[in-house]
Nanobody
Framework: QVQLVESGGGLVQPGGSLRLSCVAS????????MGWFRQAPGKEREFVAA????????LFADSVKGRFTISRDNAKNMVYLQMNSLKPEDTAVYYC?????????????????WGQGTQVTVSS
């Protein structure tokens, strides 16, 4: 079992930046691929970004490419989502997810563990 806790959400103006963090409870964190997903009100949860166990491979949704970056620190059991040039349409609850096996995927079904989410609101 892996417990995931997200933090770093909040209210930001359009064009601003936020960094989300996710800490994992498992000491074998380095063997897990990690992903970020989001769910806006009235919409389905969607893929945002993912990173392989080593950090050597990353994936991004087209809607965030060039604006968001994903990184990880295996020594700290942490994964980060740096969000720049935020837009109102980025408003959502952001979820951290982990999957056994080190390959990053964009499909939610590939992920085994989920955090509770952190709210990001982009508004002036």
């Amino acid at each position: 079992q892996v417990q995931l806790v997200e933090s770093g959400g909040g209210l930001v103006q359009p064009g601003g930046s936020l960094r989300l963090s996710c800490v994992a409870s498992r000491s074998t964190f380095s063997s897990y691929a990690m992903g970020w997903f989001r769910q806006a009100p009235g919409k389905e949860r969607e893929f945002v970004a993912a990173i392989s166990w080593s950090g050597g491979n990353t994936l991004f949704a087209d809607s965030v490419k060039g604006r968001f970056t994903i990184s990880r620190d295996n020594a700290k059991n942490m994964v980060y989502l740096q969000m720049n040039s935020l837009k109102p349409e980025d408003t959502a609850v952001y979820y951290c997810a982990a999957r056994q096996g080190g390959i990053a995927y964009s499909l939610m079904i590939r992920y085994d563990y989920w955090g509770q989410g952190t709210q990001v609101t982009v508004s002036s």
